[in-house]
């Protein structure tokens, strides 16, 4: 792979993540409080159909989704672009509203795909 194709890589994710739009979710905050489980999550965000994805690869808590990152989504088969942002962006609001703002989360690099 060509260092022009490694920089267009890491070029096309930083200006989908990193607009200032990106981080909005719209998942209501009373429901994003009380998901009982990952396939209740991924209903609500109108991601189920990654559900059987997210078992097989043993994410079947929510306790595992909260530390879900992007390279974990390129793992289990989630590859749409689209599809890895709006399940970053909820995980993103699931941690600020469970975890609270007071919590602060290891530090990754963005070559580990977690969006912070």
Request: no cysteine; proline share 4%.
């Amino acid at each position: 792979m060509s260092i022009f194709v490694h920089i267009g890589v890491h070029l096309r994710w930083f200006s989908i993540f990193f607009r200032p739009h990106v981080f909005v979710d719209n998942t209501p905050p009373e429901v994003a409080n009380n998901f009982a489980s990952v396939e209740e999550w991924l209903v609500a965000i109108k991601m189920d159909r990654y559900r059987d994805n997210f078992m097989s690869a043993g994410v079947t808590s929510m306790d595992q989704v909260l530390r879900i990152t992007v390279k974990d989504l390129e793992t289990i088969g989630v590859s749409l672009l689209g599809h890895q942002k709006k399940i970053i962006n909820s995980v993103q609001t699931l941690r600020a509203q469970l975890l609270g703002p007071q919590v602060q989360l290891p530090h990754m690099h963005m070559s580990e795909g977690f969006l912070v």
